[in-house]
């Protein structure tokens, strides 16, 4: 890979079929960013065992689901490096010396910690779930990365690891010589916030996804059946698209029919199932190389497992070199 090439490192956890949020959210920027960085992106299985610690199998069947929306999707092995965390023993070996460095109070304060804990059914009440962020803080810093491309929900835990790197360079100053870790930046997406039929944020708890892998039939149903503006009750009702969930997908695929349907929908010239067919048809046709791809790779496992045995190749070649880089700074022998 090219020396000069700036370091990207991002992971999902494996817990079932991507989404429209996934896929307008963080996933096309994966794509597109494969072509100027080095791109590493993990499934992060680890982080999903706080969760699973009961059922680990369970989670360990999403891997090969989560790889071939990824693969769908126009990530390129060629490019990016695909692999699994658990795969790269130096993420856990590194999360146990960053911990030496994550004061306890930071984690209590994590609002994400706090959030799941109050909505999670299931007891998550451990040291692993406390230590969420700083694995992910190991996950980041082992490959170097300049970049993380994130939803908006990660934010916290960016900032996390930017408070552990800078803790850790104030105790290990020597001198003006190198510093082991670089601050990492989050990257955006220019839609960090898809809605789900419900109106509501899309999510797979909330039950309002239009999963990408979805055939055509479904995924219609499913945006025929979304909220609109709830005020509009008759198609005669003159509607206010800022209130409408619907009206928001048309900066995703068709920006250009934004203005006229925004002029429909006050005048009443259109009704929202017009919306709805024009918003359907733009997804469904938008996705239909994604679906195609899907089922091109879905049931090729062999594939999925060379592309990961060799991502986990090119995995731990980076990550030890950081972790030979790190003891030496701190002296192990
Ligand atoms: N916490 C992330 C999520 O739930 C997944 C993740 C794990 C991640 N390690 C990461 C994301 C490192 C970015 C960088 O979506």
């Not at 839609?191 to 219609?220: A, C, H, Q, W």
């Not at 791809?293 to 060799?310: Q, R, T």
Request: hydrophobic fraction near 35%.
């Amino acid at each position: 890979m090219n020396k000069e090439k700036k370091h990207i490192l991002s992971g999902m956890q494996p817990t079932g079929r991507l989404h429209l949020g996934h896929y307008l959210g963080v996933l096309t920027n994966y794509v597109h960013l494969q072509h100027d960085y080095d791109c590493y992106f993990m499934a992060a299985d680890l982080h999903s065992m706080t969760v699973f610690y009961s059922n680990y199998k369970e989670a360990q069947n999403y891997i090969l689901p989560l790889i071939s929306d990824w693969l769908a999707a126009g990530i390129n092995p060629e490019k990016a490096v695909i692999f699994v965390q658990s795969d790269v023993p130096q993420h856990s070996e590194l999360a146990v010396i960053l911990g030496m460095y994550t004061p306890v109070s930071w984690l209590m304060r994590n609002p994400t910690y706090k959030e799941k804990q109050e909505n999670v059914e299931k007891d998550i009440d451990s040291l692993g779930f406390l230590g969420y962020p700083v694995l992910q803080a190991a996950d980041i810093l082992l490959y170097d990365a300049d970049l993380v491309p994130i939803g908006e929900d990660q934010l916290p835990h960016l900032d996390l690891t930017r408070d552990i790197v800078n803790r850790f360079n104030h105790f290990n100053k020597s001198g003006n010589d190198e510093k082991v870790f670089k601050l990492p930046k989050p990257l955006l997406s220019k839609f960090p916030k898809v809605l789900g039929t419900d109106g509501r944020k899309m999510s797979k708890s909330y039950n309002n996804t239009l999963i990408l892998s979805e055939e055509e039939d479904s995924l219609m149903k499913k945006i025929m059946t979304m909220k609109t503006d709830t005020a509009r009750i008759r198609k005669t009702d003159k509607g206010n698209p800022l209130n409408c969930p619907v009206f928001t997908y048309y900066d995703f695929f068709c920006k250009d029919r934004k203005d006229e349907a925004s002029s429909g929908c006050k005048t009443a010239s259109i009704g929202c199932k017009d919306c709805k067919n024009i918003i359907g048809s733009e997804i469904v046709k938008n996705l239909t190389p994604f679906r195609e791809k899907w089922h091109e790779v879905k049931d090729d496992h062999n594939l999925v497992f060379d592309i990961l045995s060799d991502g986990a190749k090119k995995a731990k070649k980076k990550a030890s070199e950081t972790m030979e880089r790190l003891k030496e700074k701190l002296g192990f022998h």
